[in-house]
Nanobody
C-alpha cells in the first residue's frame, strides 16, 4: 500500500499549487481519501475529503480556495490550492483507511511567503 504525494513547493501569497497523491496497492475506486496538513505549531488537521462517490467536504479555513478531486483511471487524488496564504504553509499528507487502519503518504512541503 502506497500513497505518494507530490506537487508541493515554494510560492508567493495569492499563487496556486496542485498537489497529487498517487495511490497503489489497494482498490482505489472503493476508498474515500483526505488531504491533511501539519502546519508549524499545530496538530495535523484535515483539509479536504472526497468519498468514493465524489462527494467532497472541506475544513472551514479553506474558504472556497481549494478543490479536491480524484481520477479513478489514474488512481490519483488531487488538491488544487488557489489564493494561497502564508498560514497555509506546512506539510500536506494524503490519507485513507486500509485494513481498518490509517494509511498515510509521506507528505509534501508547501511554503507560502508574503
Amino acid at each position: 500500500v502506497q500513497l505518494q504525494a507530490s506537487g508541493g513547493g515554494s510560492v508567493q501569497a495569492g499563487e496556486s499549487l496542485r498537489l497529487t497523491c498517487q495511490v497503489s496497492g489497494m482498490n482505489f475506486r472503493t476508498k474515500p481519501f483526505d488531504w491533511y496538513r501539519q502546519t508549524p505549531g499545530k496538530q495535523r488537521e484535515r483539509v479536504a475529503s472526497i468519498t468514493h462517490g465524489q462527494a467532497t467536504s472541506y475544513a472551514d479555513f479553506v474558504e472556497g480556495r481549494f478543490t479536491i478531486s480524484r481520477n479513478s483511471a489514474k488512481n490519483t487524488v488531487y488538491l488544487q490550492m488557489n489564493s494561497l496564504k502564508p498560514e497555509d504553509t506546512g506539510v500536506y499528507f494524503c490519507h485513507t483507511f486500509y485494513n481498518w487502519d490509517h494509511a498515510w503518504g509521506q507528505g509534501t512541503q508547501v511554503t507560502v511567503s508574503s
